[in-house]
C-alpha cells in the first residue's frame, strides 16, 4: 500500500469521526450519534470509538493504516543517512540532491560512492519532500459535512453583476448577503442589499434566527462586517460558537461559495432578462421567491434530496430565540458611574437616568448604528431607556418616496416564481387573520399599522411584531402610529422591522429621560 493509499484511507476515518472530534457532548447525545454514524458507514460502535482514540493520541497519522516494522526501510542507503538526507532538504527546500550527497559523504566515509542520486531522489518523492512539494506548501483539503441541521452555518458577501434603481433614479450595484446551512443546504437567510456596512450582516443573521433558531456554530468571511465586535459579542450572547475562515481562504467556505456560483448561474441571467431596472424591493422579491421556489425545490446532487426535504426530515429541535433577547444581543455593553445628578456620559453627550442610580454603577446597552436612546441595566436587570439630556430640535427632512412606474407587461421564470411565492404567502396572511380580533387596538391593529406605514410583512416579520405585542401588553394607537412616522421621517423604509417596532415600544413605555 502506497502513501497515496494510505492517505485516502485515514482521510475517510476522519470524516467519520468530524463530528464527534474537538466537541464536548452530553453521554446521551454521544452515545446516539455514534450510532448513527456506525449504521450510515456500515461499522461498529467500537471501530468509531477507537479511530477517535487513535486520532487523539496520534492526531492525522493515527488514523492512518499499520503497516510492516520494516516497511521503507532503504537496504541501499543505511536509515541513518537517510534520515540526515530528509532533515537537509527540510533544513532548505532549495537545496539540490546532488549537494545533500556530497554533504552525506563529508559525514561518513563509508557513505562515499554508496549513495545514488536516482535512490535518494525516489526516497525524498515517497516521503513528500521533493523540491517542487515543499515549495508549493501542499495543503489536505478535507471535505466535511455536519450530520444535523443548525450543528453550523456558513456566511459571506457576494458581488454580482445586478443593479437597482433608487427613487431618484440612480443606478446601484446591489450585493447578497447569504447564510446555508452545512448540512442540509438550506439557505437559512439570504437578501439583497446596497450596502456593505456591519448591519447587513446583523439583518441577515436576525431573519435567519428568527425563522430557523440559532446554531450551534457560524462559520463567517473574514471581512470586517463579519468579524466586527458586534457580529462578535452577539454570537457570544446567543451561545453560537464564532469560527473565521483563514484570509484568501475560499475553499474553507466551500458550500456557500458553491451556492453563490448556482446563483450566479441560475438567477442573475434571469434577471438580466427583465426589460427593466428593478428597485431594491422588487429584487428581493424576485430572489426570494427564487430561493423558495427553485433552489430549495431541485435536488442537490451532494444530498440526494431537495435541501427543503432534507430540513424538513431532520427531526433535530430548532434552538429558537424570543425577539426580545435577538434584539438584546446586537447591543454592545459598556459600564458607566452615574453622576450625582443622574447624568452619564456616553459618546460624548450626557444621558439621563432613574434618580435612583445617582452615584452607582450601571450597565449601558446601544446599538452601534443608532444612539438616540440606550438601555440601562444593573445587576442583570433591565431598567429602563434614557435618551440624551439635550435633544436637538431639528429632525432629518423626509423627503417622498417618487412612485415606481408600472412594470411592462410580460412573463418570464422569476414573475412565475413571485406568484407562487405571494400566493402561499396570502394563504399564511389568511390564516393569521382569522385570529380573534376584540375592537381596540390588538396585535392585528399593529400589523395593519406597520403595513400601512412600512410594506407588506412577511409570515416571519408578522411573528415578529406578535412577540413585540406581547412583550409591550399592550399599546397605544395614536403614540404607535406618531412614533412611527416620526422614527421613518428620520431614518426612511429599508431598516429592518426591530428598528421600527423598538420605536414603537419607546413611546408606549414611559422614558427614563425625560425631562429635568
Given at each position: 500500500m502506497d502513501e497515496q493509499q494510505q492517505t485516502t484511507i485515514a482521510l475517510h476515518r476522519y470524516a467519520i469521526i468530524d463530528d464527534l472530534v474537538g466537541v464536548d457532548l452530553a453521554c446521551g447525545e454521544k452515545s446516539a450519534l455514534l450510532e448513527e454514524l456506525a449504521a450510515t458507514h456500515g461499522l461498529s460502535v467500537s471501530t468509531i470509538k477507537r479511530y477517535v482514540r487513535y486520532y487523539g493520541e496520534s492526531g492525522f497519522n493515527g488514523l492512518l493504516p499499520k503497516t510492516r516494522s520494516d516497511a521503507g526501510i532503504s537496504r541501499a542507503i543505511p536509515p541513518e543517512a537517510l534520515d540526515i538526507a530528509f532533515r537537509l532538504r527540510r533544513e532548505l527546500p532549495s537545496r539540490s540532491t546532488p549537494t545533500i550527497i556530497r554533504?552525506?559523504?563529508?559525514?561518513?566515509e563509508e557513505w562515499r560512492g554508496n549513495i545514488r542520486r536516482s535512490t535518494l531522489d525516489d526516497h525524498f518523492r515517497r516521503a513528500g519532500l521533493t523540491r517542487q512539494a515543499l515549495r508549493r506548501e501542499r495543503k489536505i483539503r478535507r471535505k466535511f459535512g455536519k450530520v444535523r441541521r443548525n450543528l453550523l452555518w456558513?456566511?459571506?458577501?457576494?458581488?454580482?453583476?445586478?443593479?437597482?434603481?433608487?427613487?431618484?433614479?440612480?443606478?446601484?450595484?446591489?450585493?447578497?448577503?447569504?447564510?446555508?446551512?452545512?448540512?442540509?443546504?438550506?439557505?437559512?437567510?439570504?437578501?439583497?442589499?446596497?450596502?456593505?456596512?456591519?448591519?447587513?450582516v446583523e439583518t441577515t443573521l436576525k431573519k435567519a434566527i428568527t425563522k430557523l433558531g440559532a446554531p450551534a456554530s457560524l462559520y463567517i468571511d473574514n471581512g470586517s462586517q463579519f468579524i466586527a465586535k458586534q457580529i462578535r459579542e452577539a454570537c457570544a450572547n446567543l451561545g453560537i460558537r464564532f469560527l473565521r475562515a483563514k484570509v484568501r481562504d475560499a475553499a474553507g467556505k466551500g458550500k456557500i461559495e458553491r451556492w453563490f456560483r448556482t446563483m450566479q448561474e441560475s438567477f442573475v441571467p434571469e434577471m438580466h432578462a427583465l426589460s427593466t431596472l428593478p428597485t431594491?424591493?422588487?429584487?428581493?422579491?424576485?430572489?426570494?421567491a427564487w430561493v423558495e421556489e427553485h433552489y430549495h425545490q431541485v435536488s442537490h446532487s451532494e444530498i440526494f434530496d431537495t435541501p427543503l426535504n432534507k430540513w424538513n426530515s431532520d427531526t433535530t429541535p430548532l434552538r429558537m430565540v424570543d425577539p426580545v433577547t435577538l434584539e438584546g444581543a446586537f447591543l454592545l455593553r459598556v459600564e458607566r458611574t452615574a453622576s450625582n445628578t443622574s447624568?452619564?456620559?456616553?459618546?460624548?453627550?450626557?444621558?439621563?437616568?432613574?434618580?435612583?442610580?445617582?452615584?452607582?454603577?450601571?450597565?449601558?446597552?446601544?446599538?452601534?448604528?443608532?444612539?438616540?436612546?440606550?438601555?440601562?441595566?444593573?445587576?442583570?436587570?433591565?431598567?429602563?431607556?434614557?435618551?440624551?439630556?439635550?435633544?436637538?430640535?431639528?429632525s432629518p427632512k423626509f423627503t417622498r418616496i417618487a412612485q415606481d412606474k408600472p412594470d411592462p407587461t410580460g412573463r418570464n421564470y422569476l414573475q412565475q416564481l413571485d406568484q407562487s411565492r405571494q400566493q402561499k404567502l396570502r394563504q399564511k396572511v389568511n390564516a393569521l387573520s382569522k385570529q380573534d380580533v376584540q375592537q381596540v387596538f390588538t396585535e392585528a391593529s399593529l400589523l395593519r399599522l406597520l403595513e400601512k406605514h412600512l410594506h407588506p410583512l412577511y409570515p416571519e416579520e408578522k411573528v415578529w411584531a406578535y412577540a413585540t405585542w406581547k412583550?409591550?401588553?399592550?399599546?397605544?394607537?395614536?403614540?404607535?402610529?406618531?412614533?412611527?412616522?416620526?422614527?421613518?421621517?428620520?431614518?426612511?423604509?429599508?431598516?429592518?422591522?426591530?428598528?421600527?417596532?423598538?420605536?414603537?415600544?419607546?413611546?408606549?413605555?414611559?422614558?427614563?429621560?425625560?425631562?429635568?
Open positions: 554533504m552525506l559523504e563529508q559525514e561518513r456558513e456566511a459571506d458577501i457576494c458581488i454580482p453583476q445586478l443593479w437597482v434603481r433608487d427613487d431618484q433614479g440612480q443606478k446601484h450595484q446591489a450585493i447578497v448577503v447569504a447564510a446555508i446551512d452545512d448540512s442540509t443546504r438550506r439557505i437559512v437567510h439570504a437578501e439583497c442589499f446596497i450596502s456593505q456596512e456591519t448591519w447587513v431594491l424591493l422588487e429584487l428581493n422579491r424576485y430572489f426570494w447624568l452619564i456620559t456616553l459618546f460624548g453627550r450626557e444621558f439621563l437616568i432613574d434618580d435612583r442610580l445617582a452615584g452607582t454603577r450601571v450597565e449601558v446597552r446601544y446599538h452601534p448604528r443608532g444612539h438616540a436612546q440606550v438601555q440601562i441595566w444593573q445587576k442583570g436587570k433591565f431598567i429602563g431607556i434614557a435618551t440624551p439630556y439635550d435633544v436637538p430640535g431639528n412583550q409591550a401588553g399592550g399599546l397605544d394607537y395614536g403614540t404607535s402610529e406618531s412614533a412611527l412616522k416620526r422614527f421613518i421621517a428620520a431614518h426612511g423604509r429599508d431598516r429592518h422591522l426591530s428598528y421600527y417596532l423598538e420605536a414603537v415600544l419607546s413611546a408606549n413605555n414611559p422614558l427614563i429621560g425625560k425631562g429635568r
